[in-house]
């Protein structure tokens, strides 16, 4: 039963993981310039770097499996007042990115936060109410789903499964019926920008069986690693910062409580 998590940068330790051997991999990669630990020169050199991540993993996976990745649109502050903010799409850049490397795009789930979770940005349209310069606050973030391509149908990895593994695995009722998903972010994590542990517990078990190996290259809160660890899954959790990497290990070593 693999259940590991490894400290350094994802770029090198990939290497390590094996190609072909991961069954699922879900992550959120850091966003461009929006915390303290991602910082490029460049928005060009940021998909670029994308490009370098999501390429390894594309070797990682197996044929047919799936990668979920968890991206939002983010807003560039203006540099002066007399300047402007930026809204910088990456969800959307990051759809043809994928597309290039080979993966094949299957859905776009919207996760609604509350509207009391986004930042305030409609304050002065409230009181002029003048048109076009109507801003909405931003309560989504989008959840994307890919595939790396196989030879026949999806059916052929269901009935690749069989007895009592393939019966635990399957979805109980209560499951998401449409592709816009409402839950509430993490608001105890130590980490500047974790997802929920609802969010992590329903893509491993909507698109992984019990054993399967489940990677998260950008570990970050260790969301994805718990929720692998709570429904029977192996997993590889790779994280850069040690502040982080230590939290994680701590998280998973409460069997009582799974936040920090």
């Known amino acids: 039963m693999i259940q590991e998590v490894w400290l350094g940068d994802c770029s090198e330790l990939m290497a390590d993981v094996g190609e072909s051997s991961v069954d699922l991999i879900v992550t959120s990669p850091p966003y461009f310039n929006a915390k303290p630990y991602s910082n490029w020169k460049t928005y060009e050199e940021y998909l670029l770097w994308l490009d370098e991540i999501f390429r390894k993993a594309y070797t990682l996976l197996k044929d047919g499996r799936m990668c979920v990745a968890n991206l939002s649109v983010i807003i560039e502050p203006r540099e002066s007042r007399s300047g402007e903010s930026k809204r910088i799409p990456i969800p959307f850049h990051f759809v043809p990115l994928m597309e290039k490397i080979g993966y094949k795009f299957l859905e776009d789930i919207i996760w609604v936060k509350p509207e009391g979770s986004a930042k305030n940005r409609n304050g002065g349209f409230y009181q002029h109410r003048q048109p076009v310069q109507y801003k909405p606050n931003v309560i989504n973030e989008y959840v994307l789903v890919f595939q790396k391509p196989m030879v026949g149908l999806i059916d052929k990895i269901v ?44 893509i491993i078990s909507y698109y992984s069986y019990e054993n399967d190996v489940v ?12 929720s692998a660890k709570n429904l029977g899954r192996q997993f590889i959790i790779i994280e850069k910062e040690e502040v982080y990497y230590k939290h994680i290990l701590e998280r998973l070593s409460d069997d009582k409580a799974f936040s920090f």
């Not at 409402?182 to 329903?202: C, D, G, Q, R, W």
């Not at 990677?215 to 718990?226: E, H, N, Q, Y």
């Open 215 to 226: 990677l998260d290259m950008f570990g970050g809160s260790g969301t994805s690693a718990v």
């Open 159 to 202: 009935r690749s499964y069989c007895g009592d593994l393939k019966e635990r695995s399957l979805v109980g009722d209560g499951y998401e019926r449409t592709n816009v998903w409402y839950m509430n972010p993490e608001t105890k994590s130590k980490h500047p920008a974790p997802f929920p542990v609802e969010l992590s517990n329903k």
